[in-house]
């Protein structure tokens, strides 16, 4: 079955350590996001990326780094710089002109970090 | 730019009452609306999805919104409500022209509490 796989669902870090969150998809979408969602602001976006080896910063990137060196993958870095890193983080994949409606994404299960 | 407003971070409702929630978008240009439901640590379902053609649309789980453009609205309705419609409820607008790549803007969520 086609869909979007994040690891890991659980993951606690030390202040100061970067951490890396995993998100591969099998879709075929172009489009990959990451969004942030803390209780009761909704989902924030992290970055964006529209097409391999490009990305673009969302609202909230700084902290944050990706990378996008395939079509399946688009792993995201937490960083020592991020100051309130606990959070619930949500991949995401898109295939806008590829038969899918504008817009429309599809999720993958979350990852939930916590520092200590 | 786009926004999206949703009514009550709660709401709560007897099993078998009309479920209404309530969701208002600015957009500067003709709107995609979602509506997305999420379980507890979960990822995003889509509910459903207004894209132009029908203005009432119909999803999985007996839901189904109405776009009023009049009213800037797209709230979403149940019949009937069930024990397991208890969720977190997220209303998302995209705009359909400019490729729609950057993703969705989401509303901060209702949480819809079933009362039994």
Request: glycine content about 10%; hydrophobic content about 35%.
């Amino acid at each position: 079955d086609g869909g979007i796989t994040q690891s890991p669902k659980y993951l606690f870090r030390k202040e100061g350590q970067n951490v890396t969150l995993s998100c591969e998809q099998n879709l075929n979408h172009d489009a990959m996001y990451w969004y942030r969602q803390d209780p009761g602001q909704g989902l924030r976006l992290i970055y964006y990326s529209q097409i391999v080896n490009d990305f673009q910063k969302g609202d909230i990137a700084e902290g944050y780094s990706v990378s996008r060196e395939k079509k399946e993958s688009f792993p995201l870095t937490v960083t020592s710089a991020q100051k309130n890193p606990t959070a619930f983080y949500l991949c995401a994949s898109s295939a806008p002109g590829q038969g899918e409606v504008v817009g429309e994404l599809f999720f993958g299960e979350g990852s939930r970090l916590t520092v200590l | 730019a786009q926004s999206v407003t949703q009514l009550g971070s709660h709401v709560s409702v007897s099993e078998g009452a009309l479920v209404l929630l309530r969701c208002n978008y600015s957009s500067s240009v003709p709107p995609y609306l979602f509506w997305y439901v999420q379980y507890p640590n979960q990822g995003l379902q889509l509910l459903l999805k207004y894209t132009s053609a029908a203005t009432l649309v119909k999803g999985i789980n007996g839901f189904e919104a109405e776009f009023k453009k009049s009213e800037t609205s797209f709230h979403l309705t149940k019949p009937s409500a069930h024990m397991s419609d208890a969720a977190e409820y997220f209303c998302a607008v995209s705009p359909y022209s400019g490729g729609g790549a950057d993703g969705l803007t989401f509303g901060k969520g209702t949480h819809l509490i079933i009362q039994p």
